[in-house]
């Protein structure tokens, strides 16, 4: 029985485990970390008779060696380890990659980006399912994808949302229908530059049978035409201000959607606020119509469609102040666009583990939305300086969720402040696994303050 060694005991570590197991290998997977619920995961794993290691970090000084190795998303494609395995011809892939080759029969779209990934998903598979389809969504969205793999019902479509992490370990994932919804830097403490981690985005892209693209996004309409001459590009500016054909374009014209000229659904539709959620909705009608999904089917969706928990999330209301979560916005762009689509003034809430890129454009919105910031996390001391480079001194430093909200609520009141927007435009790691748990964090907070 050949050996597979899967490192990384996440949701998609479990799903790739299984997945392995019932094709026939036999399995071991490691994890760095110990806690309570991966001794559960163990045991769970265990009764399947898969081997689990807790505190463990693969080393090619194991014997006996694997035949395979499956790395999960959050670990780094270069590292030592990896690359000496592959000199020794062991192959190593993501589980994004594994699910692929055992699903590779149904068609799939992939979405990836920068931001705006999630809402784009979660549109496409409320769209696909409300025509009928079995479409989970799945990736860094609902399932991993070899749950999918493992389920009852095989699925009509995979609707994946794909990091760049995920393209980077999946060298034969080729999607029906890929979609590129923003390109600004991100992630470059693993990728290095730039052009390296567009280049991984593009593999997807290039790999895909139709490409449908954000044509509001600046870095992606200057490269444009030239890259992507076939390619669906979408505008929420009108027919005018589309990259290449009409014949090709999906854009907002007199406040409806029109796909190559034909209108669909009146873009007020989406209750999601925002410009950038009007982006994601044509990118999401574009995937539906070339999928053949009718006019009906898609309006019906959309209509009905609630949101995504921690992007622009509206928890509830204290004393006529809304409680917005927006734990997704997880770098500088994501949470100027965050800050773009609330009304003026909020108390924002900012801070966690602080990533590279240009805050020039995030500053600028707080200069003009936040009456107040209040930083959290590892990030504070620096945002802090940040901020007082471009002449706001209106912040505090309040090193944690649990003294920000009821701090927020009494400058708001003294502000009279719309709303408090949590918007970290930092990753989540220093206080918390992962957004979803610091987002969930915020909303428990929030509710406990309004019982």
Known sequence: MPLAHVIGLGKSGIGAAKLLHRQGWQVKVSDRQISD????????????GIVCDLGF?????????????????????DIPVLVQARAQGIEILGEMELAWRDLKDVPWVGITGTNGKTTTTALIAAIFQQAGFHAPGCGNIGYAACELALGEKRPDWVIAEISSYQIESSSTLSPEIGVWTTFTPDHLKRHKTLDNYYDIKAQLLRRSHHQVFNGDDAYLHQRGLKEWPDAYWTSVKGKQHLV????????????????QGDPILPAASLKMVGAHNQQN??????????????????????????????????IGAIDQIDLINDSKATNYDAAEVG???VEPP?????GGEAKEGDDTQWLHRIKSK????????????????????V?????EMVETLDRAIPRSLVLAKHYQAKGVLFSPACASFDQYANFEQRGDHFRQLCLELNQ
């Open 281 to 314: 909705l044509l990118m999401a009608v574009a995937v539906a119509r070339l999928a053949g999904i009718e006019h009906e089917a898609i309006a019906e969706a959309i209509a009905n469609f609630p949101g995504v928990p921690h992007r622009l999330e509206l």
């Open 339 to 341: 800050l773009s689509a």
């Open 57 to 77: 970090s693969f080393s090619l000084e194991d014997s006996p060696l694997p035949e395979r190795i499956v790395v999960s998303p959050g670990v780094p494609w």
């Open 370 to 389: 936040a009456a107040a910031v209040l930083l959290i996390g590892e990030a504070a001391p620096h945002f802090a300086q940040r901020l007082e480079a």
């Open 244 to 259: 290449g054909s009409p014949q090709n374009g999906i854009y907002i014209q007199d406040r409806w959607v029109m796909v």
């Open 391 to 395: 002449g706001y001194d209106s912040y």
């Open 37 to 48: 619920a991966l001794r559960q995961q163990q045991k769970t794993l265990h009764d399947l």
């Open 346 to 350: 909020v108390i924002l809430i900012a």
